[in-house]
């Protein structure tokens, strides 16, 4: 990457700064290669942040299977982490997971399920066979105590569960429904719309050697992390993610020799993340004590007040290229968290060499995370978000300290205990996001004439911009 007119001498956040395009002979946004740059070769170079409010099976799962990963947070007990991985270890790789119900089961029930997944569909099953569909559509009007086979849809579109997304899409279209379920040996495997047979077609999963989808998991550096790192190990987690707010630390440092001593010992090729920094220092400290991966971001996040409470951090473009730069140099890379608010973001964050880009709440606002969806006065759905350092996330993570040391943990928090997202009616699903961001990320590559992202961080041309260059390019939704 260079600068179009010399580099500042001052740090830069990403609404500092544009791309300008180039000449170029990529004619298609679908020759663009997307694979990531951090050695862990995911088709989209995504990561889900380990978020109590944004990361869970349900969003490993749809992730995934778009060439994305997510982590799942430390806070979590490491069994209840291996029985979620063991979950979205035997989830379908093309097909969606299904919600099922039972056909004797109250309409009230079948209502609470469709949130759960961005296909809006419930599969009423028995002994293991599908038997009917019910949506909202079905069920709008009716008692919440009627029995969903009163309402069911019987008409269905079956398929085998080795039928290609173009099938699929094909057998939808003739017979003009919705939604094929696949089986095998009559039992249900999974669930594709016609959206979802598109995306299926044109996204790659991210999988591991043994072809399911892959899953990476946190650990925090305090308590006993050769324990968990050797059972995450053995539950057959794809990525450790060494995570704390202050990276540059002993304690870090100390926690990621001994997570690599495990790693190694065990003969898994597991790639380790280590942060977060925003320094070329932090990231050359990180690197030495046996990370392949550095996460880097101090303050940038939405639900992060550190830079406000604390004074410190740093503009995450400059912080990206700069530490983007020194792990280059020793055959490693980063990822790049927090700041991410437009597909723009993202692209600037790969043309300053991440590998990667992390994202959190911008996901947390969607079916696919972990929380309830909850109402506004004026109808709005919306999930509650809040920071990993915030005073309700130390409690969840003291829970098993004394009553004195968690009111003692509570009085230092650096981040938000309650926000809410709401659900872009849009795109409420997080793979309507993907959409939006890779559809964004591939058209910049275009622009910089790149067919892959190492061509994309090689050629970027960025300037710096002021508010109002930054301004001049939002879009209206009314005139002015």
């Known amino acids: 990457m260079r600068f179009l007119t010399g580099k500042p001498g001052y740090d830069l956040t990403y609404d500092d700064v544009f791309m300008a395009p180039r000449r170029s002979s990529v004619t298609s946004r679908l020759d663009v290669d997307l694979t990531s740059a951090d050695g862990l070769g995911l088709p989209t170079p995504l990561v889900v942040a380990n978020m109590t409010a944004v990361s869970g099976r349900r969003m490993a799962e749809t992730v995934a299977r778009r060439g994305a990963i997510a982590v799942i947070p430390q806070d979590l007990p490491t069994d209840i982490v291996a029985t979620s991985i063991a979950r979205v270890k035997a989830a379908p790789t093309v097909f969606d997971t299904p919600l099922v119900i039972d056909p004797h089961a109250t309409v009230g029930e079948a209502l609470a399920l469709l949130p759960k997944r961005a296909h809006g569909l419930v599969v009423v099953v028995a002994d293991g066979e599908p038997v009917g569909t019910v949506s909202e559509r079905d069920l709008t009007g009716l008692d919440r105590f009627n029995q969903v086979h009163e309402a069911m849809t019987t008409d269905l579109t ?25 089986v095998r040996d009559g039992r249900l ?53 060494m995570d704390t707010a202050h990276g540059h630390q002993e304690r870090m440092i100390s926690a990621v020799q001994r997570c690599r001593t495990v790693v190694s010992a065990s003969g898994h090729a597991v790639p380790i993340v280590a942060g977060n920094v925003v320094t070329a220092d932090g990231t ?20 992060c007040t550190t830079r406000m409470q604390t004074g410190v951090g740093r503009p995450q473009f400059s912080a990206v290229l700069e530490c983007a730069e020194e792990a280059r140099d020793a055959g490693k890379a980063i990822w790049a968290d927090g700041g991410v608010r437009h597909p723009r973001d993202v692209a600037l964050a790969l043309a300053a060499g991440a590998g990667a880009v992390m994202i959190g709440s911008w996901f947390a606002g969607t079916y696919e995370s972990p929380g309830e969806i909850l109402f506004a006065a004026d109808g709005r759905p919306y999930k509650e978000s809040f920071g990993m350092a915030s005073a309700r996330a130390v409690r969840a993570r003291t829970r098993n300290s004394s009553a004195f040391e968690r009111a003692t943990a509570a009085l230092f928090e650096e981040g938000i205990s309650s926000s809410r997202m709401y659900l872009d009616p849009e795109r409420p699903g997080v793979e309507d996001l993907l959409d939006f961001i890779v559809s964004g990320v591939r058209s910049s590559c275009t622009y910089a004439g790149a067919r892959n992202l190492a061509e994309f961080t090689s050629q970027a041309i960025v300037g710096v911009q002021s508010a109002s260059g930054y301004n001049e390019g939002r879009p209206l939704t009314s005139s002015w």
Do not use: C, Q
């Open 158 to 182: 079956i398929v085998a569960d080795t039928a290609s997304p173009t099938e699929v899409f094909d057998e939808l279209s003739a017979r003009r429904h919705r939604a094929a379920l696949a």
């Open 189 to 241: 495997v999974g669930v594709m719309t016609l959206k979802g047979a598109v995306r299926a077609a044109l996204y790659p999963p991210a999988v591991d050697a043994d072809g399911r989808l892959k899953i990476g998991v946190a650990v925090g550096i305090s308590g006993d992390v050769e324990e968990r790192v050797e059972a995450l190990l053995a539950a057959g987690a794809d990525v450790l993610v």
């Open 284 to 303: 050359a400290d990180l690197i030495e004590a046996g990370a392949d991966v550095i996460k880097v971001g101090v303050g940038p996040g939405a639900m």
